[in-house]
């Protein structure tokens, strides 16, 4: 059974804007999460930085890839 093409190109957009929507979302909280935690705010965007560093490196190796040729074939 082949899948709707319509379907998975809503939820391979849903995932690749997630990622976005989420550092949106974290990045202005950045002052108040320095102040629960009692550090600078140098600290806390050192969390984002290894976030877009490791993040990216460890997609690919979970079999993104696969996943984007399986959609173009189709």
Do not use: H, K
């Not at 990622?19 to 965007?45: C, K, M, N």
Request: hydrophobic share 55%.
């Amino acid at each position: 059974m082949r899948p709707d093409n319509l379907a998975v190109a809503l939820l391979l957009t849903a995932l690749v804007a997630f990622g976005a929507i989420s550092t949106d979302l974290y990045l202005p909280s950045l002052p108040a999460i320095a102040r629960a935690f009692a550090t600078d705010s140098a600290e806390v965007q050192l969390t984002l930085s290894v976030f877009r560093r490791v993040s990216p490196p460890a997609r690919w190796s979970m079999g993104r890839c696969p996943t984007v040729a399986a959609v173009a074939r189709s």
